[in-house]
């Protein structure tokens, strides 16, 4: 099995940096708050996504710029939706959306410790109910 990362102009890592962390435009909470527990669930089946982004934290602590504008354009959609009055407009958005991603890695980052102390940890119980605490969370946090 090789330890070394993707290389950077691979197709994975290319899809990887384009993939939207939520859909733009942000019409709505409702977008903000469906979406990351569906992004926790992509995280569940597919955990090569959260081991890609890790290696290219540690590879690269410099953005790339289709990081930079595929965000860009996600923290505007928050923002449009700040401004029209459906999310919180007193989180700023890059903290919101840094916030909600933190949501989405909270389980698949947690130590395996951690996780070892739920009940029931792999069941899709567990996970069916760590999904409601997400949802909890961002309704919580997007409300205005």
Known sequence: MSTSAPRKNSSIWSSAARSPAWPTPCRSRRTLCRSTPAR??????RPDILRLTTWA??????PIPVEVEAY???LAAI???QARGVVN???EPVDLMATLLGLVTAW????PALRSLAPDPASPGRLA??????VTAARTLTTP
């Open 40 to 45: 926790s669930s992509t995280l569940q089946r």
């Open 57 to 62: 934290l540690l590879e690269r602590p410099e």
């Open 72 to 74: 860009r354009a996600k």
């Open 79 to 81: 923002a449009d939706a």
């Open 89 to 91: 407009g007193r989180i």
């Open 108 to 111: 698949s980052g947690a130590s």
């Open 129 to 134: 109910a760590f999904r409601t605490v997400i």
